[in-house]
């Protein structure tokens, strides 16, 4: 229970409902236990009737009595226990919100390399399974365990008045069933584990395959997907079956107790009657009642108790990563100007999950406002420079400092709300292309997601679409090209209004005269904002002040595009083979 105390914090903040709902469960018991008290009072005024001891009338009375008494304790016992349920189910309701909140603020807290290090389908099921498992634990094993609890205590204390020894008898049976439940739940348990494995490994199977219909049907592999799917079902089915072995002991187990009970009771009770040990036969129709009302909360022990432990290991799953301490820390509590200077100084850097040297002894510096291109071949550490200026990673060696300043000393909100970054695959929310610019500049009005577009030159575009700048995107929305992607991330960065501009290798996609024309658009945009152009393309790196080569991590040429074209080296290469390219064309 060590890891189920994280939610303490939580019964803590709902205490008072808790509270309420446990004086109701305990009313709820009560009024339910009147039931077979009632039952046993009503058949002794029956045989009193039928032996002669009441008149008619007494009988009739008598009897009609009682019936009224048993209607009115269901009613009032239904009724507490529609309010136990509303109290004590919906604070799990409420729990199970704040803790799906408190592991998604924490997923928005931690840094890059904990991405890479755990799988999305892990993190989805920390936030999804182990939720619903904690939460079966804050509401239903709580709320059955106190019913377990005051229905065993107060229905023994009505039974041990009536006859010692035949509550002995009737209650033995119960602990059997109790450890026999236990048992069957931690099996169930195992097994439904694993059916749940097989179906999220079939959609994902299937997920993908319908992603990637296109490529599947352009190889004609239509027959081998199907039987690779044909292949998982039976796997699965067969775990379905497994399951289903030991879900359908739990009810024939339960039913072959109850029995056993109830006939310990009319065999020991009715001896008793006959040898005038209990007085009267309305005890036994009173303890049948209590032998089937105590059978599911005595049940439910087990089920709790294997629910609690399955709760515990979720709850440890979920704190592994509450514990988890982002890498990338904000030291700085007050906002920092940023004016766009940006000096890298001997800068190493090393990707932690693939050991790959990207970045080794870097040194260069933009000054604000000016224009930085970046030129390489690919896995040069193009990407893994942006990736630093917006310290989505922090350096293995050296400095990178921003206006003068280490950029570990710089707030962190305030350097990424200057930068505008477009990345290499632009990436779009299932939402309106309007909120897709929009996203980062909320309060833009309609004209500057226009304006920002046209200069992303994707307005014509846009207006192309029925439903223009509403247009949907995503998988039941429209999908855009790959170049009409670029351009919409390319708005988005264009509307943030950024100190620092970040493109990075984001005009492969369009054609060069587009690229001409963005280029032109940016060049206006980007007055007095630094920008970082990375790009395979001479054409978008030769307006740039200052040019760098990249190889391996390292800088291999500098200078402006004329100092370059003029020295022997990959840019030059790179120049003439672009060259002859578009004179061909
Ligand atoms: N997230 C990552 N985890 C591990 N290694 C990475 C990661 N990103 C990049 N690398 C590695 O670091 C090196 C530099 O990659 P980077 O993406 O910076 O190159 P690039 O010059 O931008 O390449 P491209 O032109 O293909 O985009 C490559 O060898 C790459 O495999």
């Not at 739990?250 to 209990?278: C, H, T």
Request: charged share 20%.
């Amino acid at each position: 229970m060590k890891e189920l105390q994280h939610l303490n914090k939580y019964f803590l903040k709902y205490k008072y409902s808790l509270l309420f709902g446990v004086i109701i469960t305990i009313s709820a018991i009560i009024f339910k236990l009147f039931t077979p008290r009632l039952i046993g009072k009503a058949i002794d005024v029956i045989s009193k009737g039928l032996d002669g001891t009441y008149t008619k009338e007494v009988y009739s009375k008598e009897l009609m009595l009682n019936i009224l008494y048993l209607i009115g304790a269901a009613l009032i016992a239904g009724a507490l226990t529609f309010l136990m349920r509303q109290t004590i189910i919906n604070v799990s309701r409420y729990i199970e919100y704040d803790l799906k909140n408190e592991i998604y603020q924490q997923y928005q807290r931690l840094s890059q390399n904990f991405y890479k290090s755990n799988r999305t389908g892990d993190l989805m099921n920390r936030i999804t399974e182990d939720v619903s498992r904690v939460r079966m634990y804050a509401g239903p094993a709580i709320m059955y365990s106190l019913n377990m609890i005051t229905l065993f205590v107060v229905a023994f204390f009505y039974m041990y008045n009536q006859s010692p020894k035949l509550t002995l008898y009737t209650i033995i049976p119960l602990p059997i069933l109790s450890f026999l439940i236990y048992f069957l739940s931690k099996e169930i348990h195992k097994r439904s584990t694993i059916v749940q494995e097989y179906l999220s490994k079939l959609s994902t199977f299937t997920q993908e395959s319908f992603s990637g219909i296109s490529v599947i049907k352009a190889y004609g592999i239509e027959p081998i997907t199907n039987d690779n799917f044909e292949a998982l079902s039976t796997e699965n089915r067969q775990k379905q079956i497994d399951l289903t072995k030991v879900q359908a002991l739990f009810f024939p187990m339960m039913i072959l107790l109850i029995g056993i009970s109830n006939i310990l009771v009319i065999y020991i009770g009715g001896k008793q009657y006959i040898d005038g040990e209990i007085e009267s036969i309305g005890v036994i129709a009173e303890f049948i009642i209590y032998v089937n009302m105590l059978t599911w909360p005595v049940a439910t022990l087990g089920w709790v108790t294997s629910i609690i432990q399955q709760a515990e290991a979720s709850q440890k799953r979920i704190n592994e990563f509450l514990k988890e301490e982002p890498d990338i820390k904000n030291t700085v509590s007050t906002p920092t100007k940023i004016n766009g200077t940006i000096e890298f100084k001997d800068v190493h850097f090393t990707h932690s999950d693939t050991n790959i040297k990207a970045l080794k002894g870097l040194s260069f510096k933009i000054n604000s406002g000016d224009t930085l291109a970046i030129i390489g071949k690919t896995g040069s550490g193009k990407s893994t420079i942006l990736d630093l200026i917006g310290r989505l990673y922090d350096v293995e060696k050296g400095v990178i400092e921003i206006d003068g300043n280490p950029i570990k000393d710089i707030n962190l909100t305030s350097l990424r709300n200057s930068i505008g970054f477009v990345p290499q695959d632009a990436f779009l929310f299932s939402d309106s292309i309007k909120d897709n610019i929009k996203f980062g500049s909320v309060n833009a009005t309609d004209d500057d997601v226009i304006n920002a577009a046209k200069n992303a030159v994707v307005h014509k575009n846009i207006k192309a679409f029925s439903k223009g700048y509403d247009t949907v995107l995503g998988e039941r929305g429209i999908t855009l090209s790959g170049g009409q992607k670029q351009r919409v991330s390319i708005a988005r960065a264009i509307l943030k209004n950024p100190e620092i501009l970040l493109l990075d290798d984001c005009l492969s996609a369009v054609d060069t005269e587009t690229e001409e024309q963005i280029l032109n658009n940016l060049n206006k945009v980007s007055k007095g904002k630094t920008t970082i152009i990375v790009s395979h393309r001479i054409s978008s790196a030769k307006n740039a002040n200052h040019i760098i080569v990249l190889d391996e991590g390292k800088i291999t040429q500098q200078g402006s595009h004329d100092e370059l074209i003029n020295i022997d080296g990959f840019y030059k290469e790179l120049y003439l083979k672009q060259l002859s390219e578009t004179l061909d064309a």
